[in-house]
């Protein structure tokens, strides 16, 4: 019974929790964007060491794929603070 209050004193209730799924979803383009910069300043002393620079187009598309994992992340790091200024 989700969005309940629990009879139950074990189970939690749900109403007005933010499940992680829903905060990835609305934090992906702010950490799919820090990623990228990452990406790029990596890329930066990465050709200052004697590597090949990576291009901010290059950075942009790496950060897609690599930008839900550290999403998810995100998700939970914020859900656990939430549930810490709850309880």
Do not use: C
């Amino acid at each position: 019974m989700s969005g309940t209050r629990s009879p139950s004193r074990k189970e939690p209730a749900t109403e007005g929790r933010w499940p992680v799924w829903k905060l990835a979803v609305l934090f992906y383009p702010f950490v799919a964007g820090a990623v990228a910069i990452n990406l790029f300043l990596a890329g930066l002393i990465a050709h200052a060491v004697g590597y090949s620079a990576i291009t901010p187009v290059d950075a942009v598309i790496w950060s897609i794929p690599l930008g839900i994992p550290a999403t998810w992340a995100a998700g939970r790091w914020v859900r656990g603070l939430m549930d810490e200024a709850d309880g």
